[in-house]
């Protein structure tokens, strides 16, 4: 089984895949993020009336397979708005979005989270509703949404397999075309299992223990 | 009252004038890179070498195509069911991806003439005890989602009425599940069947027969309005004829008898 | 605006053939749960067992389930196994595929779930003379399934998107791979994913509301 034709340059291939799929996670897990905490907060403040467009929005996002996403996006950019983007633009965009929707969840999940009435203590003391934000809910939502952050990061670097279809050849694309050339897909597919693996499981287990402590004290 | 006209007439000529684009054609020569779309997993027509640098018959007249133009080419791989959308998307400028060039297609792309053409080959698993086209009835067969082949093929089982078909996205996971018995059989162009045979890279399958569908001739395509860059396309193909070139990426790919590609008692 | 001409005809004329595979789907993401839920109170169970070999068994899976893609299971439900000489058809690889990935979700879910529920209570039903099955089955299960609830309702919509993945395992009778097929006979891209991308969000919107109205209904208290 261990008899293989990979070749060196060919674990440099795979390894550029690997970074591709790095890249790309962290990029849209970065712009997810901070889109995400905005439409949160957004949501929280306006109630929910006023952020129902914004809901609908990114309810999208959670509704619809990511494949279709960024098909659409792809062909909505390029066919009917013309502009001339890279795959890889279009890949961060679409991934950026969609970590925004499911980090918005956290987000209002997490500020939810701070009771009313240790806010209202801290208006009553005078803090400014920016003070109030800053020094009470952020510190207290972090704890809250922080595990399940880490958990959505994760899940973007899974998913983010899917942008092949957006001709970004990342990780398991690279894997496609090695198992290709070489046609031994059992071997390369564990290869490749392997990595999401040693990346994504320290990182779950570190998210874990972040639960634990945060609901031991 | 005449003067009025002439500055309307004026007005007309100079809108027309300033709505007039440049041409893809001028866009490409003045990017100075023509982008591809080319399928690496067709081999011989797209592959990668033990470097993963794509190669193949239609890499080399990719390459032809930027060398005609004077300008770099830059192969941009697209799986079969994506060929159409990369260059909807404006990702690539034309496509040297053995596309057929079906009627139903044509609404959407613009094809020129057909610079190859394909005979259609039945490759089977030896334990499946498939001989001929007409012994896969009943059986799982397969073919590339979304190629001239698989059209037929499924539209075929779906009139046998027994067996099943598969699409599968690839070429290459098309030929794996062949040699793992997944697929009984697969219908494929000739050249590609003879090619992943020969590799032994997939134990067990053989070519056993010719597919009676019609001969499937591939063409390059670009955007349906681009007339400047499909006039360039078509000529460009005619020069490969005429100079000998495609006889001699023939020889060097695939070998054999170089298929023509006109059609008999047609015009074009 | 814009000089692209939308089609939509093309497309509507195929709706039947679209919704036929939207029901497969469901079908599929059904299957998936059902088994999937089975499964995972078993890796549960397997889990609070002593057993050294079997916790490392359920632990496996779980772990893997977990931090691989999706994508990545159902390609090696079905490219991967074969290599044992083990064959599954596109539906069965991409149904593997999906419980095995719910089933690793879900077992998490569950072991979150059991945190909240008091050892005492189990305790209480064995000295009510109950054996251990008893306890776990009338006392801890029900709690357990109902506190996962949620959860559960979420899985269940990403096993619907998971669907999407079976075209890599030459999957052509479910949603995603109608639609595919259609684009490649018709090379409508925007208009038939768009449409696919409608339906999808009616059957996610279909299920996250109806489970709203069955958990008003069940857990009122």
Redo the contacts between chains.
Sequence with gaps: MFETALSAADLIFLAKGAGITIVVTAISVVIGTVLGILFGVLRVQLGPILSAPLTLFLDIFRSVPLLIQLVLANSFIGMVLKLQLSGFFVACMVLSLYTSAYCAELVRGGIDAVPGITRRAARSLGMSWAQDMRYIVLPLATRVALPSWIGLALGVMKDSALVYVVQVTELLKSTQILITRLQEPLFLLLICGAFYFIISFPLARFGGYLEKRSSND | MKMLTLTAAFVAATGIAGVAHADKLDDIIASGTLRCAVVLDFPPMGMRDENNVPIGFDVDYCNDLAKALGVTAEIVETPFPERIPALMSGRVDVGVASTSDTLERAKTVGFSIPYFAFEMAVTANEKSGITSFDSMKGHTVGAVAGTFEAIALEKQVNEWGEGEFRPYQTQADVFLALSQGQLEATVSTSTVAMANVKTGNFPGISVVGKAPFDTDYVALFANRADYGLLNYLNLFVNQQIRTGRYAELYEKWVGGDLPTLTVPNAYR | M???TFQWNQVLVRLPKMLDGALVTMEVAVLSMLIGITLAIILTILRLSGSRPLKAVATGWI??A???????QI??A???V??F?I?F??FVSLLIGITFNNAGYLAENFRGALKAIPDTQARAGRSLGMSQIQAFGYIILPQMLRISFLPMTNQM?WAI?????G????M?SDL??VT??L????????EL??I??VI??VI??FITLSARIIASRLFRY
């Design positions: 814009f000089d692209y772990e893997i977990r931090n691989t893609p999706a994508l990545f390609y090696m079905h490219f991967g074969a290599s000489g064959h058809s596109p919509v998107l998971m669907t999407s993945l075209v890599t395992v030459g052509n995603y791979g595919q097929d684009n490649a006979l018709t090379f409508r891209t925007f994913f768009a696919a991308g999808f969000y996610t919107k």
